[in-house]
């Protein structure tokens, strides 16, 4: 029912493509993360908490449709509904069923639950597209409740040394997954431009946050005493910090569970904070759809695909996509914001 083409994942029967990385006529998009959703569509289709960020990153005007978990709507004779992926807020899985056939593109997920996002939920089919960002047994995350105790400590510790502390994470979910965890009897919490916007939208729509107040161009070092500042990646290295300094940087990345991508960021801390699935998520998130085929996209596809092959049996087959998973790197919108 679904296909790989030169635009991205495509549905013959509803004309319809799953986060198209060129511009189609109609598109149902996972999330509102920039490799998973890129102007240009005609249509776009996505959850409702998706809707306002899609018009945030992509432009008030475009043509853009929401629905609700669990709705299905038909498309030709294709039942189409979405399903919580735990990504970040409003993240979805896509389920079309045909003639009683039945895919599920995952988008990107994970089945930790980060307070923020609504969890993660299996979904059976025949056919699952899946990511493999950490597809490789060597990440196996920590709890989500220890990582926060380390930031906070961290943070507690940076205070008392007359330091501030300047963690980073990706403006769009990552970000107010964290302020939703900080302490704030530690001290203030300060915000990057492109987490600031995000977080409005997010309020809004009752994802609760520790308070916070946005950075601007006007403020200097006499306003920051101890506080924590949260700022997406592409403020590292940037002319941006140095209002904070003294201070020590953090990185929040399921990268951070091999001690040199610490090193090659010249970061202070590395706190293993991820997005995605690690191995241990992957293979039970597979499991759970009993999916007897199984395509694997971006991150370690062809490793991935080999053990879901020789231990799981299952027909696993590796694809090439523009989805780009985690990066240490920032992104345009967030660019913008320095």
């Not at 039945?102 to 994970?110: A, E, L, T």
């Not at 900080?182 to 203030?188: A, F, R, S, T, V």
């Amino acid at each position: 029912m679904l296909s790989f083409d030169q635009n991205g994942i495509y549905c013959r029967q509803a004309d319809v493509y799953i986060d198209p990385w060129r511009p189609v006529a109609k598109a149902i998009i996972t999330h509102a993360h920039s490799d998973h959703a890129r102007w240009g569509n005609r249509s776009y289709l996505a959850h409702y908490d998706t809707v306002p960020l899609l018009r945030l990153r992509l432009g008030a005007d475009i043509n853009v449709e929401g629905i609700a978990y669990r709705h299905p709507i038909a498309i030709n004779g294709v039942q189409i509904s979405l399903h919580p992926a735990g990504h970040i807020p409003g993240s979805a899985q896509i389920r079309l069923e045909y003639k009683g056939e039945i895919w599920v593109v995952s988008g990107d997920y994970k089945l930790q639950q980060d307070g923020i996002s609504v969890p993660f939920e299996p979904v059976r089919c025949h056919h699952f597209i899946t990511e493999s960002t950490f597809g490789l047994p060597v990440y196996n995350f920590p709890p989500p409740q220890q990582v926060y105790d380390e930031i906070n400590e961290w943070w507690r510790k940076n205070a008392a040394a007359g330091q501030n502390s300047v963690i980073i994470g990706y403006a769009l979910g990552k970000a107010q997954r964290i302020l939703h965890h900080l302490d704030g009897g530690i001290g203030p919490i300060w915000v990057h431009g492109a987490v600031a916007n995000i977080n409005m939208i997010l309020e809004e729509q009752g994802v609760v946050l520790q308070p916070w107040q946005r950075v601007s161009p006007e403020q200097n070092k006499r306003d920051f005493n101890g506080a924590m500042i949260v700022a997406p990646p592409s403020a590292m290295g940037s002319s941006w910090l140095k209002r904070f300094e003294p201070y020590s940087l953090g990185i929040c990345s399921g990268w951070m569970q091999l001690r040199g991508a610490r090193r090659r960021r010249s970061a202070d801390r590395g706190f293993v904070m991820s997005d995605h699935c690690d191995w241990s998520q992957l293979n039970d998130a597979v499991a759970a759809t009993g999916a007897e085929h199984v395509y694997v996209t971006h991150g370690y596809k062809s490793v991935y695909a080999k053990w879901l092959r020789e231990n799981n049996h299952i027909h696993a087959t590796e694809v090439e996509t523009l989805y780009e998973g985690e990066s240490l790197e920032g992104s345009k919108e967030e660019t913008e914001e320095l």
